[in-house]
């Protein structure tokens, strides 16, 4: 009995769009890349429900004639490439032929276009791969591809789907990748009837400030290089505006957003010395490159690309970059900003410079038993400080539930060592602090938590328009927490009141990185929202490494550990306390 068939096309369709349509945003890059390829100046994307309603791309390229309409929803056609050669001089976004069969598979296709020569165009409508009508239409020049009900034939599929805050916010991270680079084309996004964007072709620059804001202007530094192997062009952050995550750094090749680590690596390089810990640059760099010398067909998204001299490259990159910033920073500060001790008027002609004097106590005898002054300041030796004799004696070493009598050592300003009974106490200060805070931020009826500090100076913070209406959701938990902000504008927030640990300079970053927080995958295992904002504002008001603390504040920090109901782990599961036995101090 045989038991190898071939599959239907609408199952092998289904198949391959598992691998190029895993959520919206995947259907948003294939269509803005398709409309791009066709030659168009101005796209306007429209989506409804994040893409799960309605996904639009209008454009006014080419256009399609009657028969490539019906023919570019089969499987690898496409106009691109011809022969295997062509999969070596590829200057096109799109080339396998593979994402409008894909997204006729999952959704519910209305595909309008026209030539520019005709007069009608032709509206072909898919359910499921199946071509359910062909017929002519008036439609304006080049072509609009509406995707409807995206997963509704793969129930199981939509049902993986985020809430609609977080795929519009995947939506609007692919839209940033396309129209970064192309900052030559106009681009529209508009969800929900709502203009979210509206993008003027221009400079990159000019893109760069159109889809993040004014300011930014004076945040980059330009880079540029050109040699045989590749072409350079692109902005790099300056120093002081690095960020604490991630998030602002692009890299394009020919055209393309990919993720290179590699390359990644090289701008961070450039760098050395001049960033904080745990600090990254902001980039948006675009490399042109001799296509028969990169491999983009080893990924079906095609952000993952090989390169033939990728050593070669490395190097090319990471000294522009430094060039760059070498040459606006070092040589500004030395043409404008020359120091005034340096600018040393010419002594009078005839002019004897005095011989240098030198004063002294000569009554200053160190081998006295009782000098008479000396120039050694020493602090007091606290009363409550406890030697190691003290510490040895000590019978009782049971911490809290009252606050702890025995003398805290803080070790590298990072943890704090207690005496128990069991041994001795190792803490990591932040981790226990994210503990403590994460649960007096839970118990709504904390009126210690509710307690705002009045900001002296208002503070605005900037979003996204898609991180911006995920800010909006979280407002109502945020003014429980000691937040008073309200909203200026589509995507500017004016904050007026804090909570007291939270720092004014470090308000962007805070917020920056809750909503990174609140939109990974790992804070999606919370049943609820104001969990996960519980951790990640927990997180961000904790006290760092590195922070010196007095004798009375690690004692209320340890008795306030221990008062915790899980007071060995922080909210992710990660290790607070250490024990370490006598017997292990023995060896």
Do not use: W
């Not at 640990?501 to 049943?527: G, H, P, V, W």
Request: net charge negative; aromatic share 8%.
């Amino acid at each position: 009995m045989d038991l190898i068939n071939i599959l239907p096309d609408s199952v092998a369709n289904q198949i391959a769009a598992g691998e190029v349509v895993d959520r919206p945003a995947s259907a948003v890059k294939e269509l803005l890349e398709n409309a791009m390829d066709a030659g168009a100046t101005q796209i306007d994307l429209v989506v409804k429900d994040a893409g799960r309603t309605l996904i639009q791309v209008i454009d006014n390229g080419c256009g399609m004639s009657d028969s490539d309409a019906r023919l570019c929803f089969e499987r690898h056609a496409t106009s691109k490439i011809h022969q295997s050669n062509d999969l070596f001089a590829i200057r096109t976004m799109g080339f396998r032929g593979e994402a409008l069969a894909s997204i006729a598979a999952i959704s519910q296709v209305e595909l309008r276009t026209r030539l520019h020569d005709n007069e009608l165009g032709t509206q072909v409508i898919i359910e499921g791969s199946q071509i359910v009508s062909q017929q002519p239409t008036a439609c304006p020049p080049g072509t609009s591809m509406a995707m409807k009900n995206l997963f509704y034939n793969v129930p199981a599929r939509r049902n993986f789907l985020k809430k609609d805050s977080v795929e519009l916010s995947h939506i609007e991270e692919v839209f940033r990748r396309v129209t970064l680079i192309h900052y030559d084309l106009g681009f529209t996004l508009t969800s929900n009837g709502k203009l979210l964007y509206d993008l003027k072709a221009g400079s990159m620059l000019q893109r760069i400030s159109q889809l993040y804001s004014n300011t930014y202007k004076e945040r980059f530094y330009s880079v540029e290089e050109e040699t045989d192997l590749l072409k350079i062009k692109g902005f790099v952050g300056k120093p002081e505006y690095a960020r604490k995550t991630r998030g602002e750094q692009y890299l394009f090749v020919n055209g393309r957003f990919i993720k290179h680590p590699a390359l990644s690596a090289a701008v961070e390089r450039a760098y050395e010395g001049m960033l904080g810990d745990h600090c990254y640059p902001s980039y948006f760099i675009g490399l042109q490159v001799d296509p028969s010398r990169i491999d983009i067909n080893i990924h079906p998204t095609k952000t993952e690309v090989k390169f033939v001299d990728e050593h070669a490259m490395f190097a090319i990159l990471r000294s522009a970059v430094k060039k760059a910033l070498g040459q606006f920073t070092l040589a500004t500060e030395l043409e404008f900003n020359t120091p005034a001790e340096f600018n040393i008027p010419p002594a009078p002609k005839g002019y004897v410079p005095p011989m240098p004097q030198i004063s002294y106590n000569p009554n200053y005898n160190p081998f006295s038993s009782t000098p008479s002054q000396t120039h050694l300041h020493l602090e007091k030796v606290p009363k409550d400080f406890k030697t190691l004799n003290d510490l040895k004696n000590t019978k009782d070493l049971t911490p809290p539930p009252s606050l702890p009598k025995s003398t805290c050592l803080q070790v590298q300003n990072h943890y704090i060592v207690t005496p128990l009974t069991s041994g001795l106490a190792v803490i990591d200060q932040q981790r226990a602090h994210e503990r403590i805070l994460f649960d007096q931020l839970k118990q709504s009826n904390n009126q210690a938590i509710k307690q705002s500090q009045t900001l002296l100076f208002p503070v605005n913070c900037q979003f996204s328009a898609a991180d911006a209406d995920m800010f909006n959701e979280l407002l109502p938990d945020l003014k429980d927490y000691g937040f008073a902000i309200d909203a200026m504008g589509q995507c500017t927030f004016v904050v007026t009141a804090t909570p007291p640990d939270i720092k004014e300079s470090e308000l962007q970053e805070c917020f920056d990185r809750m909503l990174a927080d609140y939109k990974s995958s790992t804070l999606q295992k919370f049943n609820n929202r104001s969990q996960s904002l519980c951790t990640s504002l927990a997180r961000q008001m904790a006290i760092k490494p590195g922070k010196t603390l007095s004798q009375e504040e690690m004692q209320q920090l340890v008795a306030d550990l221990f008062a915790c109901p899980q007071a060995d782990t922080t909210p992710n599961g990660k290790k607070i306390i250490t024990i370490v036995k006598p017997e292990e101090l023995l060896k």
